[in-house]
Structure formats: structure tokens, C-alpha cells
């Protein structure tokens, strides 16, 4: 019998390593949400200014996937963006 991982439901990070991109997907697919605060505030990295824009990239990278990427206001303009 194999284990999988729950990173093995997503597919691979095609976006170079250190990238906004690559920062976003990386925290999506390991905890399956993140706010548009931690994304701003760069994820371990330079601040991302762009969160709208990033996180459109990511969602056309996962929608042939089948995969969806949902935005939903949680107060005042704290955004969560969640895989599903």
C-alpha cells in the first residue's frame, strides 16, 4: 500500500522557486488557503504588491486541473483565498 501526501492532490509549483508565483502556490498547496495580507506582506520573501494579479495567474494554472481557487471577504478588505 502507498501513502500519499495531501501535496500530492495538487499538481507540481511550475513557477521558479523565490517567485511571487511560486511563494502564493506553495503556501496554497501545503495549508490550502492564504490572505491577501499574507501575500502582501510577502510570504517569506520581498513584499507582493500585485496580490490580485498573482493570484489570477495561479487560478488559470489550476483551472484545467480542475481545480478552484475561491476568494471570499472575511472583513473591512481581509480577503481568503482557499483551494477547493
Known amino acids: 500500500m502507498t501513502q500519499t ?7 507540481p509549483n511550475p513557477w521558479k522557486p523565490g517567485s511571487q508565483c511560486f511563494r502564493i502556490y506553495h503556501r496554497l498547496s501545503r ?3 492564504v490572505t491577501n495580507k499574507e501575500i502582501r506582506y510577502g ?4 513584499e507582493i504588491y500585485n496580490t490580485t494579479g498573482r493570484t489570477s ?5 489550476l ?7 475561491n476568494c471570499e471577504r472575511l472583513n473591512g478588505g481581509l480577503y481568503e483565498y482557499r483551494i477547493s
Not at 495567474?57 to 494554472?61: A, L, P, S, T, V
Not at 483551472?63 to 481557487?69: E, Q, S
Open 5 to 11: 501526501s495531501i501535496f500530492d492532490q495538487y499538481p
Open 63 to 69: 483551472t484545467p486541473h480542475g481545480i478552484k481557487l
Open 57 to 61: 495567474d495561479i487560478r488559470d494554472f
Open 43 to 46: 510570504l517569506g520573501g520581498p
Open 31 to 33: 495549508y490550502g488557503r
